[in-house]
């Protein structure tokens, strides 16, 4: 699971669905934008209708992958406990692992229910390489939230639940462009844009600054 503002897409997030499933081995990648992410409330998003056309042109027929617009339906801000239950309902023999940068894992303890979403899923965080070292596994497992410190043991590079040895926390390395959508926004630079996608943020500023 991969979820985002996506504020727009860019060759980051496309990168990073590409390899994604062969580092881990998953069957299926769904990719979720938000809303409205809780921790970005202050800064308003592109319309929900071009993201997600950007997301799908960006995407195109990239196999073991789907978009889902769960998020996207459902009343601001978007909170992932609610996305994963739901699959979890949908899908009860999944395991399911959700895909975050090493930067913001220090913030997974300020998620809504966060030990509660440990319960449903674990967590992959991925880390550019080149960028700074994300946090070996021992000083990841002393930081997840609530007592899971207490439920949880190192296993190699995992962090697993004492008892199942369900994964609750990998740290995978990929090759992904620094690359950041606040950037794209700032300077209006579509360079960074998959070029599927890039006809349509286009227009849409063309039309803003007409409007």
Known sequence: LYGGSFNPVHRGHVALAHQILEAVTADHLLIIPA????????????????????????????PRVSLLDVELRRPPPSYTIHTVRRLASQ???ARFLWAMGSDAFPL????????ALLRQ???LIVA???AAAPPDAERARRALPGDWPARSEVRGDRVVERGTGRVLLRVVRLELPAVASSDILGQRRLDDVPAAAQPLLERYWREHAAG
């Not at 809780?38 to 042109?57: C, D, E, G, S, V």
């Open 35 to 62: 809303r409205v992410s809780p921790f970005k409330q202050h800064a308003p998003p592109l319309p929900t209708a071009l993201r997600l056309a950007m997301l799908r042109a960006a995407l195109g027929s990239t």
């Open 108 to 115: 997974f303890r300020q998620w809504y229910h966060a030990p």
């Open 121 to 123: 899923m674990g967590l």
């Open 128 to 130: 550019r390489r080149g």
């Open 91 to 93: 899908l009860p023999c």
